[in-house]
């Protein structure tokens, strides 16, 4: 039996037609009675970046998580929305208020859940540089997990969708931590594979917001591109994969997806695919442009450890840009980016790890990524 990927069209954000789009997606995929059961405590999983407007289009709208909310109300079961975004250093509360999510909590009547202080469990993984992870313990009590990620561009991982949007179940600043021991988009992606794996058997379906997408130098400082689409499938590696692959990009080339695809994580052959819903020529599928670090992975990596020095993207602080929120200099892993009162934060590049997690969370899009000459000479825009 092949595996469902349903593809809707959806034109806009109003609750009307987003709610008929999920309806219809989430059908095709399975009825909702048989992904999620009475009396089930059922955790929505947004991807809630940082404090953003839903109209600046970098986290998942409000109005596609209420139309989940209330589909899973009506089978019964108790939702709850839960995140661990990146700008919850300034506090979650600001969060929740910009992305939306706290109007659309209180008129629905259900609890928003901070991962921070919902407490941890460490569980072991099979990782060579990671060999243990804190997962938050709301992520791991609840009865099935809705997941609902926002279709954009990644710096680091080329692509974030259904795998990427679980990074957010690690509490607070152990993200930072885990870029900095697996800094390499190698051994990131394995990561980010392995964090999918610890939940896999708890998610009942995916549903990416892919009305408004970002493309280019995303997931916040990237371009926004309208796509119309609400994507959806129980196998958020099916899904991913079959949706690069409509964006014009080879998945195994993402290192999250082959190795997803490697340790049997889900369906990743077109194969064994079926793609259901509207017909995929309605959709903004054509041109869609990938971000600007892409090309390590058409460098061998043993090229990049002999030139590594030569070959590197580091992030660059536009003082024009840049309104001194710190909020860089608080995230970042390996303390590269340093205050330097009165003037704009400084990065440090010797200390930088190209995590790019500055250049993720930015709020003003005050920090553009810098090429070595070496690189500029290899890889052509």
């Known amino acids: 039996m092949q595996t469902k990927v349903s593809l809707i069209k959806c034109e806009n ?18 009825d909702i009675s048989t992904l999620v059961r009475p009396g089930e405590r059922i955790l929505i999983k947004p991807n809630l970046l940082g404090a953003k407007e839903p109209d600046r289009h970098i986290t998942t709208h409000p109005e596609i998580v209420r139309a989940i909310v209330r589909m899973v109300k009506n089978a019964g079961a108790t939702p709850v929305v839960g995140d661990s975004p990146g700008g919850a250093i300034k506090g979650v509360e600001r969060v929740w208020e910009k992305t939306g999510m706290k109007q659309m909590a209180l008129e629905e009547g259900i609890e928003l859940i901070n991962f921070e202080t919902a407490g941890s469990r460490e569980i072991k993984i099979n990782h060579p540089g990671v060999p243990t992870i804190q997962v938050s313990k709301a992520v791991l009590d609840c009865d099935g997990i809705i997941n609902v990620p926002k279709l954009k561009s990644h710096g680091l991982m080329i692509f974030t969708g259904a ?6 179940i690690i509490p607070g600043l152990r993200k930072a931590t885990y870029h900095k021991l697996a800094p390499h988009p190698d051994e990131f992606g394995e990561l980010l594979a392995e964090i ?10 995916t549903v990416i917001d892919g009305i408004v997408a970002m493309e280019g130098n995303g997931p916040s400082s990237g371009d926004l591109r309208r796509m119309d689409l609400i994507a959806a499938s129980r196998d958020g590696l099916a899904l991913d ?12 080339k993402i290192d999250m997806l082959h190795q997803a695809a490697r340790k049997g994580l889900g369906e990743f052959q077109s194969s064994r695919v079926e793609i259901v819903g509207d017909d995929i020529t309605q959709f903004h599928f054509s041109g869609f442009k990938f971000p600007s670090n892409w090309y390590i992975k058409l460098v061998p990596h043993f090229f990049v450890n002999i030139l590594g020095k030569l070959i590197w993207l580091k992030p660059q602080i536009q003082s024009n840009q840049c309104r001194n929120c710190m909020l860089c200099v608080e995230s970042c ?16 590049l010797k200390d930088c790890i190209s995590c790019l997690c500055c250049h993720e969370l930015c709020p003003y899009k005050a920090i553009e990524l810098k090429k070595s000459m070496l690189s500029k000479l290899l890889i052509r825009q």
């Open 13 to 30: 954000y109003d609750f009307t037609a987003v709610e008929a789009a999920v309806r219809r997606a989430v059908a095709l995929i399975g």
């Open 163 to 168: 795998i990427k949007n679980f990074y957010g």
């Open 196 to 205: 999918y794996g610890t939940v896999l058997s708890k998610i009942r379906c």
């Open 241 to 252: 994969t079959t949706l690069t692959r409509l964006l014009g990009f080879d998945p195994m």
């Open 333 to 348: 892993p390996v303390k590269a980016i340093v205050s330097t009162p009165p003037g704009k934060p400084v990065v440090v």
